[in-house]
Nanobody, 128 residues
Framework: QVQLVESGGGLVQAGGSLRLSCAASGGTFNSYDMGWFRQAPGKERESVAAISWSGGTKHYSTSVTGRFTISRDNAKNTVYLQMNGLNPEDTAVYFC?????????????????????WGQGTQVTVSS
């Protein structure tokens, strides 16, 4: 069983930056594709980014492409989401996600139905 714990959320002004972290435990981290989803009030949960178990493949939603960067440190069992150019539309609870990734397409983790593990979420609020 994989446990995911997010941190790094908070309140930031529009145009600012935040870096989210997700610490994983309970599994072989370097075998898991990792990713981020978010859910804004009154809206459906949406995918944000995904990264392959090796770190060599990354995917982003169109709404964050060019502003957000996903990365991972397999030595630290941690995945990151660097968020730049934040705007109020980025306000949401951000969830770290994971699934076993060896031999499967990383893009599949952009679909919530393929997520095997979810973190509890961290709140990001962007003020205008």
């Amino acid at each position: 069983q994989v446990q995911l714990v997010e941190s790094g959320g908070g309140l930031v002004q529009a145009g600012g930056s935040l870096r989210l972290s997700c610490a994983a435990s309970g599994g072989t981290f370097n075998s898991y594709d990792m990713g981020w989803f978010r859910q804004a009030p009154g809206k459906e949960r949406e995918s944000v980014a995904a990264i392959s178990w090796s770190g060599g493949t990354k995917h982003y939603s169109t709404s964050v492409t060019g502003r957000f960067t996903i990365s991972r440190d397999n030595a630290k069992n941690t995945v990151y989401l660097q968020m730049n150019g934040l705007n109020p539309e980025d306000t949401a609870v951000y969830f770290c996600v994971a699934r076993y990734g060896v031999g499967v397409l990383t893009r599949g983790l952009m679909n919530a139905e393929n997520v095997a593990y979810w973190g509890q979420g961290t709140q990001v609020t962007v003020s205008s």
